[in-house]
C-alpha cells in the first residue's frame, strides 16, 4: 500500500503556498486535496485511489470525494457535527454574555455576513481576517456530504478520544448506512494508545516515538486489501 501525506497549506513544507489569512478559504484545502487526487489518478502505478482523512481533514476529504473520481472514502476521527454546531458546543462553558456574543458573531458569519464590530477580545476567534475562512466553512456539515458518497466508506474512531466523540462517528455512519464503522479500543485522537484520564492521554500528543494502534491499522489495510480486490 503505497501512500502519499503532504503538508496542509500553510504549514512547514507547505508554508511558501499559504495566501494571507484574509484570502485564505476552506474550499482551498478541498481543492489541493483534488489537485493530489487527480495526479495520483494520473498515475499508472497505483490501481484504486483512496483518500483518508483525520480530524478536520475528513471533513475536506469527504468534499474532495465529491468533486474527482477516487475508489474510497475513510474518515479517521472526523467530527460528526459541523464547525458551527461545534463551536456552539464547546461555548457553553463560557459565561452567558461571552455566549450570546459569540452566538450572534457566528450567526452573522453562517449567513454569509461579516462582522464589523467585533471586540479585541474575541479575535482569537472572529477577528476580521479570519472571517472569511469561517464563513466557507460554515456551509459545511460533515452529515451532508458523507450521504452524497456512493463510494466503499470506513469511518475509524477511537474511543479514547478527547477531542472527537463515538457520537460523531455515530453520526456520520447513519448519514451513509453503507459505510463501515470501526471502533478502536483504546485509541486517542493522535491514533496512539492511550487511557481515557486526561493527563496522560496528552502526554501521547508530543511523543513521536509512540507506534500508531496497532488496531488501527489492522483496520485500515484490511479495508484496503478488500478495496483491492474490488
Known sequence: LAS?????RGIE???KAM???????????????????????????FSKV????????SLIGMAAAEKTKVDAFISVAGPGYSIYDTLKRQLTSQPKDVYNECIRIMDQLKKGNRVSDVSKDYYSLFRPSVQP?????FKYDPTVEIKKLSIPILIIQG??????TLNDAYMLKASNPNAVLKIVDGMNHVLKDAPIDQ???????????????SLFKES???FMNDLSKL
Open 199 to 213: 493527563a496522560k492521554n496528552l502526554e501521547t500528543y508530543g511523543n513521536p516515538k509512540l507506534p500508531l494502534s
Open 220 to 222: 485500515l489495510i484490511n
Open 159 to 164: 474511543n479514547t478520544d478527547l477531542q472527537v
Open 133 to 137: 475562512y469561517l464563513i466557507s466553512e
Open 50 to 57: 483512496a483518500i483518508l482523512g483525520h480530524s478536520e481533514g
Open 4 to 8: 502519499v501525506r503532504y503538508d496542509k
Open 13 to 15: 513544507e507547505s508554508s
Open 19 to 45: 495566501k494571507s489569512e484574509e484570502d485564505l478559504v476552506f474550499d482551498d484545502y478541498i481543492n489541493d486535496a483534488v489537485n493530489w487526487l487527480q495526479m495520483l489518478r494520473n498515475d499508472k502505478r
